[in-house]
Structure formats: C-alpha cells, structure tokens
C-alpha cells in the first residue's frame, strides 16, 4: 500500500561563487520551527533567487556568467527535486539576457520563466520547455528613462515580475523609474506587450510586489524610501490606480533603511514587509474593503540585511534570510492578530538572500 505525506522544504538561494555551495535545502519542522539541511549545491556563481514549481518537482535558479566576449550575462538552471530526500539534479542551465539578472519568475501553467535584470534595466521572457528545462529567450523589453533619486535612479532598475492571478499580464517594479509597468503575455507569440505604467511617488524606487487574495489591490514595496504603496487593481485591462503610500518604519527612527521582501497571508488580514537598516520585519493588517493599512507591529530580525523572507503555505511561520549576518531566523505567526514571535531557532547559512517554503509529496510504499 503507498501513502502519501507532505513534506515541507525550504529552499534557500545565496551569493555564492561558483565554486562553492549557493543552493540550499531543508526540511522544515512545523512543531519547533527548525530546519534540517538535505542538500546543497555549487556550480552557480550566485543563484540569488529561486522558483518552485511544486507540482512537477522543479527548481529554477537565477545565476550569473559571461559570454564569449568576455561580457557578464544571466543565466537560469533548471533542477529536478527528489521529494522524498530533497536533492537536486541539474537538467540544464541556459543563458537568458545580456546583462545579470535579480529575479526570476515563473507562470501558472510553466510555460515561461521571466528574469530581471537591475544593471541591465530589462526584462527577458523564456521558455520553459515540456521537460522542464530552460528553454530559448524569446523576447526582452529594454527600460529607459530616470527618476529622482540622483544616484539610484539615473537609469532604469527592474527589480522583480509577478503574474498577475489569471496570468494574463505581468508586472514590472523599476526602483529606477519609479513605475510599475504592466506587460499583456501574448502567448501566441511569445512576447511581452507593455499595456500601461503606474507610478509610485518620486524617490521611492519600488521593488516587489504582492496581490491581495482577493484580487482588488497590490502592495508595492519601495526599497529606496522604506515604504509601500497601495493600488487598486483592474483585472480586465491589467490596471493599477494609486490609492495610498505608508512608511514601514516607526516616524521616530531616524536610522538609513532601505526595504526588500513583501508578503500577505492567505487570509488577505495582514501584510508583511523587510527593513534593511532597521533590521526588522513590519506587520499591518488590511482592510480588505478598502486596501488600507495600519501599523500592527515591528519585530527584531535577529541579524542583519533581511533580503527576503516568506510564510510557510499554512501561515503558521515567517522565515526570514538575513544576508550579511549569514543566517535564517523563524518567526511563530499568530493567526488572529498576525504578529510575530521569534521562535529562537536560526540556521547559519552563507549570505542568504531568498526563501522558498513549500509542500512536496513524498510517497512511501
């Protein structure tokens, strides 16, 4: 007779040079909150962030190389996941835009992989093939422009692309631009066709976005002056209209901060954001009529540098992955009023930078 468990891992990308370990693997236990390493790769010079498709128990990897010339370019690999050890088998890796990427994403029905490129302000759109490999870079959009901010933004800075729910559009932040671009996926001919560009206030520079569950608003986090803007959002035509902007730090700290991850629970009660500087993690509940955010709580990191963090499928934990302290923290998370608690569980792990939890079944016979 086999039966069939979930197992919840967590995968982990860092800065890594190739020649050492920049991918990581745990199993995650959902009574204390601790992780327990089950592989690590090398072989990618940093594979900073990271895509899951749960499904068919694959990984995707952002990396970096260089091409003929000598030039740095982006690459992507593609890995299959054994779920009932958690390793990985490198299927292929593939080079995607002509500059080095930050992000990588993945649509519902895998089809596509996008990357974004911070240096090289653009936008690139793989295919990902039947098998699961990285396929061909089908089409790129190249950014231009500015915004305010004298030394970050005297140029285009995508930093991230999310699908919107029904997969039709996607959404670009340019911290450098100070715009949200929305881009219709034109799955005839594979290309990505810019629809409108929204905008954040001067100086901002958003970063990464998160949709509401219910589908009404987006919440931008904007790295440069340690806020997150809300918008409403038209699903028909893929359209984001501003409607508020909160700071994600107290009004009294006056410490430099810049700001990194943003994540919503399931239930769509409590949004949650990273700062850099304040080293902390800032919790809001919403009101799902309206959008609107208010302050519930600040809470200690236990390092530093939070480049990311995400809540476990269930909402029960927030992983947070501090960069320059070397180390993944666990957070408890209260389902009624969202606030955190640490759970004094850390794992040590070289200049993490994303974290990815997610159920995989595992079989036994």
Not at 95 to 111: E, F, G, L, P, Y
Not at 146 to 174: C, K, T
Not at 254 to 259: G, Q
């Amino acid at each position: 007779m086999t039966v069939s468990k979930e197992q919840l891992y967590i995968f982990a990308g860092s800065y890594a040079e190739a020649e050492n370990s920049g991918i990581y693997v745990y199993t995650f236990d959902e009574q204390t909150g601790r992780l327990s390493r089950t592989d690590e790769w090398g072989g990618l010079k940093n594979p900073t962030f990271l895509n899951v498709d749960a499904e068919r128990r694959l990984l995707y990897a952002i990396g970096e190389t260089v091409d003929e010339t000598g030039n740095k370019v982006g690459e992507a690999a593609a890995f299959a996941i054994d779920a009932a050890s958690g390793k990985l088998e490198l299927l292929n890796r593939a080079v995607t835009v002509a500059s080095t990427t930050c992000h990588i994403q993945r649509d519902a029905a895998s089809k596509y992989a996008t990357v974004t490129s911070y240096h090289g302000g653009m936008v690139g759109l793989s295919a990902i093939e039947a098998d699961g490999r990285i396929g061909a870079l089908l089409d790129s959009q190249q950014h231009t422009g500015s915004s305010s901010h004298p030394e970050r933004q005297d140029r285009p800075h995508p930093h991230s692309s999310f699908y919107s729910p029904d997969g039709r559009y996607l959404l670009v932040s340019d911290l450098g631009l100070d715009l949200i671009i929305t881009y219709a996926l034109d799955r005839e001919q594979n290309k990505l066709a810019r629809v409108q560009a929204a905008t954040v206030p001067p100086g901002s520079g958003p970063r990464h976005l998160t949709f509401h569950p219910n589908g009404k608003f987006v919440y931008v986090i904007n790295e440069i002056n340690s806020t997150i803007s809300s918008f409403a959002y038209e699903a028909e035509h893929g359209e984001l209209t501003p409607l508020s902007t909160v700071g994600t730090i107290p009004a009294s700290v006056t410490i430099e901060n810049s700001c990194a991850e943003i994540a919503i629970s399931k239930d769509g009660r409590y949004l949650y954001g990273s700062n850099r500087g304040h080293d902390s993690i800032v919790v809001f509940s919403v009101n799902s009529d309206d959008g609107s955010l208010e302050v519930v709580q600040h809470i200690s990191v236990e390092g530093g540098h939070p480049r990311h963090f995400a809540l476990t499928p269930n909402g029960a934990y927030l992983l947070a992955a501090n960069r320059d302290t070397d180390n993944i923290v666990t957070f408890s998370v209260d389902a009624n009023s969202g606030k955190l608690t640490y759970t004094g569980v850390q794992e040590q792990v070289s200049k993490p930078v994303c974290v990815i939890p997610i159920y995989l079944t595992v079989q036994h016979s």
